[in-house]
């Protein structure tokens, strides 16, 4: 349907005219968005632009490079309290302290990467997902990462300006979301993003061809890892609170989750994909205020189930659209997305 | 000395739970290629099962330990039937999902009955008393749960070498093509497996429930049970219940010797060391990709 002529059309950011009319309408959308809802929703945003910030860059891990993590929240720990750390400790301005506490997610998600060049499949699965898992109990373990009692964030201060309401945070945490979606879109379109697809594709056939196995899956291990980071250093400053139990299995379970249901190997995809799952993850923590079904929901619990265990049934949900999309789409919300567009654009035929 | 033996025993007796779950995951990997995320549900539904028939219907204890292994059977077949066999072009990934998914229904379907409480299992044999061997303390639970695994690993054993069923499952496992050719019908076989690998899943289970009955309970066992499996590389038996006894001995020696803190996460750490050298763990013959 879209033909490309040449090399640099490929490359191109935007495409053609209505994609950046487009994106212009979102950024002037996403400029107005604090002031015309409540402080809720602010915070809700704030939620979800962290999480499409992980996904994308585990899409570029999962999607692109074809390797398997479920080790994602470890290097969201990572970034959480590092930025903390960095700022309580060493006094390090807020964007400083963000960016090493990411270029150290960075380096050990290139540590992950080593033994991940030799595994794949399960093997590199059940790696990962220890790795996760060490992350969290060494940081419970250490005092001065406040162990089991957790962590309060500092004052945080951006260019000398305060920031502690919910409002003020988004016009930081969405420039950067913005930011970090455009370099990973660029990022695939560039040599680099040509090289983990292939490795994905075929790791064997890329070596021959003169891919460098070694640098790029490592590569995509510590970008995958400092986005993640990234995302967890501002996390920590939406909750203000951070400790171990946070950053659980289950956890990284959601964020592969996430990119699944949103359509692996696009950028919109994840994007999708997170602010469906957060949204849903955020509104159905309490289900039984949701009008019309809430009462419905009680009257099943009180006389099948139990009141104390209603919460759960956002596991079922989660479930069952995971079950659902993967029986039925499995290239996700964007594949969704592709095939209305096409019908559309064939109309009558 | 008398306490590395005592170690040993006790590394022993937990890895037994742990080569359970590794077994059930191995048996599903090998008919469906699936690391099966849900093998800790699959056996946790069934288990609040047979709580629930000794509480609400008073049935003897025996009588709802059978049932818990029919439901088991029975759900593990449906969960291949109606939702894994559905997958369109399924790969390896997507299979990991639908697999999570399933684990998030079952275990919200637990929590939402039964809430978060630890609840306590009413089992034959008390878990608090223990004889003792030479100088060494085995709890008698623990001793139960040795012979179950080595039991049932036995007649596993005996199902896959002498019966028409296990000898089918074999042929699908290896050549799934080969195997349909020969008359086998493999979709019919790769059921009873899930089927099986629940089964075995939940004696698992019921052996763990006296000491531990929560919908959690079944996290720890499945992820040192896979990575038991996956040491012993994923596709072999008798590597994944080697593997499994090599974590529980592992954890338990680190715990008694270097510290009891990150117990948890040693074995991890000892696999990931492991799979540097073999990737494909120590028992599998090493699968070379053709191009």
């Excluded at chain 2, 593990?76 to 790969?91: H, I, M, Q, S, T």
């Excluded at chain 2, 609840?119 to 639970?141: E, K, N, V």
């Amino acid at each position: 349907m879209e033909m490309k002529r040449d090399y640099y059309e490929d490359v191109e950011l935007f495409s053609s005219g209505v994609i950046i009319f487009w994106f212009a309408v979102l950024i002037a959308f996403l400029g107005l968005y604090p002031f015309i809802f409540k402080n809720y929703y602010v915070y809700v945003a704030n939620y979800i632009a962290i999480n499409i910030i992980v996904v994308v860059g585990l899409n570029l891990l999962v999607g692109y490079t074809g390797q398997i993590s479920l080790g994602h929240a470890g290097f969201f720990a990572v970034g959480a309290y590092g930025t903390i750390i960095f700022m309580s400790h060493a006094h390090l301005p807020f964007l400083a302290a963000l960016l090493i506490a990411g270029l150290i997610a960075a380096f050990l998600g290139f540590l992950l990467g080593l033994p991940a060049l030799r595994l794949e499949g399960p093997y590199l699965a059940i790696a990962t997902l220890g790795f996760g898992l060490t992350i969290t109990q060494v940081i419970g373990k250490i005092n001065l990462l406040g162990g089991r009692q957790g962590l309060h964030a500092p004052d945080l201060i951006v260019l000398g300006r305060l920031l502690d309401t919910d409002r003020e945070f988004y016009f930081l945490v969405i420039p950067l979301t913005v930011l970090l979606v455009l370099f990973a879109r660029n990022l695939t379109k560039t040599k680099v993003g040509r090289a983990f697809v292939a490795i994905r594709d075929a790791d064997i056939a890329a070596e021959t061809m003169g891919v460098n196995i070694l640098f790029y899956k490592t590569m995509a291990f510590a970008v995958s890892a400092f986005y993640a980071g990234v995302a967890g250093g501002l996390y920590a400053f939406v909750l203000r609170f951070i400790e171990p139990e946070l950053f659980s299995l289950f956890m990284s379970i959601m964020f592969l989750t996430m990119a699944v249901v949103g359509g692996l190997g696009s950028v919109m995809g994840p994007i999708a994909g997170a602010i469906l799952l957060s949204w849903l993850d955020l509104e159905l923590r309490n289900i039984l205020s949701i009008p019309y079904i809430g009462a419905w929901l009680q009257e099943l619990s009180k006389s099948y189930f139990s009141l104390t265990g209603v919460s759960n049934i956002q596991f079922i949900i989660f479930g069952v659209i995971l079950v659902f999309i993967m029986l039925f789409e499995p290239l996700g919300l964007y594949g969704i997305w592709i095939r209305t567009k096409k019908y559309w654009k064939t109309w009558p035929f | 000395m008398i306490d590395f033996l005592q170690m040993m025993v006790s590394g022993i007796a937990v890895g037994s739970s742990y080569a359970l779950m590794g077994l059930g995951m191995v048996l599903i990997y090998k008919a469906s290629e699936v690391p099966n995320f849900a093998q800790g549900e699959m056996a946790l539904l069934p288990v609040f099962i047979a709580y629930m028939i000794i509480h609400s219907y008073g049935l003897p204890i025996y009588a709802a330990f059978f049932g818990a292994l029919l439901f088991a059977l029975i759900l593990g077949c449906c969960l291949e039937f109606l939702v894994l066999r559905r997958a369109k072009e399924p790969n390896i990934l997507g299979l990991i999902i639908i697999t999570i998914g399933l684990e998030m229904i079952l275990i919200g379907i637990v929590s939402w009955k039964f809430g978060a409480d630890q609840r306590t299992m009413p089992f034959p044999i008390s878990s608090y008393a223990s004889i003792i061997i030479g100088q060494i303390y085995i709890s008698t639970l623990d001793l139960l749960t040795l012979i179950v695994a080595l039991v049932l690993m036995i007649a596993l054993f005996v199902f896959f070498r002498f019966s028409k069923l296990g000898i089918a499952m074999k042929a699908t496992q290896q050549n799934e093509n080969a195997a349909r050719l020969m008359g086998i019908r493999t979709n019919r076989v790769k059921m009873i497996t899930w089927g099986i690998s629940a089964m075995v899943g939940t004696v698992a289970g019921l052996l763990i429930a006296p000491t531990i009955m929560e919908p959690y309970m079944m996290w720890d066992p499945l992820l040192k049970g896979f990575a038991g499996a996956v040491v012993g590389g994923m596709t072999s038996l008798p590597g994944a219940v080697f593997g499994a006894y090599i974590v529980g001995i592992i954890e338990h020696l680190f715990g008694g010797y270097v510290s009891i803190e990150f117990k948890s996460v040693v074995a991890f750490v000892v696999i990931v060391l492991v799979l540097c050298i073999k990737p494909s763990g120590l028992f599998a013959r090493h699968y070379v990709k053709k191009v």
